[in-house]
C-alpha cells in the first residue's frame, strides 16, 4: 500500500454520493497504523449523519469522531494518525474532509474533531493546483524534502508550521496566532501539525523518528513541537 503518492492528488472532499462502505476496512486499517507516541491515548467512532451536528453547507453519509485525552501531543497524535486514515480512503476511493465545524450528538468531553467521508466524486486534483505557502517561507531554507508537509491540509488552510533544519534532523513549529484567530484555531492548528507530519512520515517511511528536545532554539511567533529526523 503506498499512501505516499496520495499526498499529490489528494482533496477535502465536500460532494458526497449516495454508497455503503465496509467499515471492517476502516477498523482494519486502523490496527495498523502507526503513533506519533504510542503511550498516546486516542479511539475512534463512526457515525451516519443522523448523529452528528453540522455548522456548515455541506453534508458527509459518515463522519468519524475522533477521541483523546487531555496529555501532551494528544491533538498532533490525533492529526497524525487520522491523515494516515484519510490518504488510505482516498487511495481506495473514498473522500473524506477534517471538519471543525461538526461533533457528535451525543456530547463526550474527550471530543476532539470529526473527518467527513464517503464515496465521492470530488477528490483528487493535479500536483500544481494546491494553494500553498512557498517552501521558502515555511522553512529555514528551501528543502524538497519538506513539499509532502507543504502539501498538507490544515484548519482553514491556516498552514501553521515552520521548519528548521539543525545537525541532528528538523526542528518543527507551530505558528503561535494572534489573539483573535487564536481562539478559534488554536487546538485546530495542533491537529494541523500532526498532519504534516504524518505526510513526513508517509514520506519517509522507512527513516522517519519523532522525538522532543529539551534544548532548541526559540523562534519568536512560533512553539516548538518536536524533531524529525527522515
Ligand atoms: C483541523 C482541520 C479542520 C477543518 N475544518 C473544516 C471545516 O470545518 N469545514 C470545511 O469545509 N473544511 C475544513 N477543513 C478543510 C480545510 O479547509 C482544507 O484542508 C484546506 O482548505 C486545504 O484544502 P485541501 O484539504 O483541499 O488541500 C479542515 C481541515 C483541518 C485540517
Redesign the pocket.
Known sequence: MNLEKQIYH???A?NYLDGEIDMDIINDFMSTVKTLDESINYHYEILTLDEVNT??G?KAPYYLALYAENEDLALENI?FVFQQLSLYLQSIDIGS??????SPKKKDKDFV?AIAFGKSDDKS?DADS???KKLADISDYEDEKLIPAQ???????SQPWFFKHCDDGIDVYQVKQNILKRKLLND??H??MG?ALAHMYLSNIDTFEFFKKTSFDELKGYTYTGSVKI
Not at 97 to 102: D, I, L, Q
Not at 151 to 157: G, R, T
Open positions: 489528494r482533496k477535502s465536500r455548522r456548515i455541506w492529526g474532509c477534517w471538519v471543525g465545524m461538526a474533531i486534483r494546491f494553494k500553498r502539501l498538507a491540509p490544515s484548519a482553514m488552510n485546530w492548528n491537529i494541523d498532519i
